[in-house]
């Protein structure tokens, strides 16, 4: 099946500064690949996604591009914010057809003021 | 919109007991709801899917007779962890689909559960 291996946090960032949170995965063939944020005390949401290779996922200026070559999708942030704060998870269908998805480790974001 | 509720946010129950969780979608029909489980500082685990109206599929080394589920309609799927153990102790998180191919879930707030 499918597997996903995301960086290890927690990233600690002072505001304003640049965001990488790295996501590797292994797949048969090219699924759509996501990424999910959890801010404290709430559930998950949907962040981004991208649907095939090479598409970039973008929202609330976050990017993500879907690389086959380093089967890779990390997170990137220009300038992060307090609000930002959160539990990232990289995503992408456990296999086959079935609506489930596998989660990566999650990687713990704190931005200070 | 897709706007998943979860019912108790929290609980704490007696070693012995049992203790059931709510999932609802409140403004849209899930053909889908998937139940999971989180530890501290940890991902999630998925238990098991659940599709209205049909028995549960459990992942391989989750108990369905230890962890009850039953999806009566588009709109409610509960949780129930019978004689709850401490090691039961967890949060629970329910995810719900009406699009199955596109895999987009929407996520409840989750349940932390405490066994005592």
């Known amino acids: 099946g499918n597997s996903v291996t995301q960086m290890e946090g927690p990233v600690t960032l002072s505001e304003e500064a640049f965001l990488t949170i790295n996501c590797t995965y292994t797949?048969?063939?090219?699924?759509?690949l996501f990424w999910y944020v959890q801010y404290p005390g709430e559930g998950l949401q949907l962040l981004l996604k991208?649907?095939?290779?090479?598409d970039k996922g973008s929202n609330k200026g976050f990017e993500a591009t879907y690389r086959k070559e380093t089967t890779s999708f990390h997170l990137e942030k220009g300038s992060v914010q307090v609000s930002d704060s959160a539990v990232y998870f990289c995503?992408?269908?456990?296999?086959?057809?079935?609506?489930?998805?596998?989660f990566g480790q999650g990687t713990t974001l704190q931005v200070k003021p | 919109g897709a706007v998943v509720s979860q019912h108790p946010s929290w609980v704490i129950c007696k070693s012995g007991t049992s203790v059931k969780i709510e999932c609802r979608s409140l403004?849209?029909?899930?053909?889908?709801m998937f139940w999971y489980r989180q530890f501290p500082k940890q991902s999630l685990m998925l238990m098991a899917t659940?599709?209205?109206?049909?028995?549960?599929?459990?992942e391989q080394g989750v108990e369905k007779d230890k962890f009850l589920i039953n999806h009566a309609s588009l709109t409610l799927s509960t949780l129930t962890v019978t004689s709850a153990h401490p090691e039961d102790s967890s949060f629970y998180i329910c995810?719900?689909?009406?699009?199955?191919?596109?895999?987009?879930?929407?996520f409840g707030p989750g349940t932390r559960l405490t066994v005592t």
């Open positions: 995810s719900a689909s009406w699009d199955l191919p596109s895999y987009e879930q929407y």
């Open positions: 797949a048969t063939g090219y699924p759509s």
């Open positions: 991208a649907t095939k290779a090479d």
């Open positions: 995503a992408l269908p456990l296999s086959g057809n079935t609506g489930k998805l596998i």
């Open positions: 403004d849209f029909q899930a053909t889908t």
């Open positions: 659940s599709n209205e109206g049909s028995k549960a599929t459990y």
